[in-house]
C-alpha cells in the first residue's frame, strides 16, 4: 500500500511538473499592446518571400488575414482598397495575407478581379493563421510604426470610416521612435 502511494505522488508531480511546463511555454496571446508577430508569405506582385519586420518595418501596417472563399473578406477589400489608395501616399500599407491552400493562381485571379492595389501575400501553409492566433477569416491587426498592434478586428470592418481614417492618420502623423 505504502509503495502505491509513492507511485501516485510521482505521477501527480510529473503531471504538475508537465503542466506547468505547458503554460509557460505557451506563446503569448496576441492582443492591442503587443508587438506584432512577425511572419513570413510570398508577395504575389514579386515571387519573394517578404517578413513584417523586414518588408514593413517602420510603417503603419494593416495586416489582414483573408481567403477568397470567405464571404465576408469579399465585402471588406473594396473599403480597405479605397482607404489604401486615399493613404498610401503617406505611407500607409496593408499586408493582405492569403490563406489559400495550394497553388497561388486563384489567389492572383481575385486580386486581379477585385482591383486589388495594396499587397496581397501568400501563406498556403496558414502558418500566419497560428502565429496570430484567429479563429476564422477575415482577422485584422492594425501595426503602428513601432510595431506594436493598435487595433485588431475579427470579422470584416469598415476600414474605410471617417473613424479608422482618422486613427490611421493621427499614427501616420506620429513620430516612428
Not at 486563384?106 to 496581397?120: L, N, R, T
Not at 485584422?140 to 510604426?145: A, G, P, R, Y
Request: hydrophobic share 45%; with cysteine.
Amino acid at each position: 500500500m505504502r509503495n502505491s502511494w509513492k507511485v501516485f505522488l510521482v505521477a501527480l508531480a510529473a503531471v504538475g511538473g508537465v503542466a506547468w511546463w505547458l503554460i509557460r511555454s505557451a506563446p503569448a496571446r496576441v492582443e492591442v499592446g503587443m508587438v506584432a508577430p512577425d511572419f513570413t508569405a510570398t508577395d504575389l506582385a514579386t515571387g519573394k518571400v517578404v517578413s513584417l519586420r523586414a518588408s514593413y518595418r517602420g510603417t503603419v501596417t494593416l495586416v489582414n488575414i483573408w481567403a477568397t472563399w470567405c464571404d465576408p473578406c469579399k465585402q471588406e477589400i473594396p473599403a480597405m482598397d479605397s482607404l489604401y489608395r486615399s493613404l498610401a501616399s503617406r505611407g500607409f500599407r496593408i499586408a493582405a495575407v492569403s490563406i489559400d491552400k495550394g497553388s497561388p493562381t486563384s489567389v492572383k485571379k481575385f486580386a486581379a478581379q477585385y482591383g486589388i492595389s495594396f499587397d496581397v501575400l501568400h501563406d498556403p501553409s496558414g502558418a500566419i493563421q497560428e502565429i496570430y492566433q484567429t479563429s476564422g477569416v477575415p482577422e485584422s491587426f492594425l501595426v503602428d510604426k513601432t510595431g506594436n498592434i493598435v487595433r485588431i478586428a475579427q470579422m470584416a470592418a469598415p476600414w474605410n470610416s471617417p473613424e479608422n481614417h482618422r486613427i490611421i492618420e493621427h499614427l501616420l502623423a506620429a513620430p516612428a521612435s
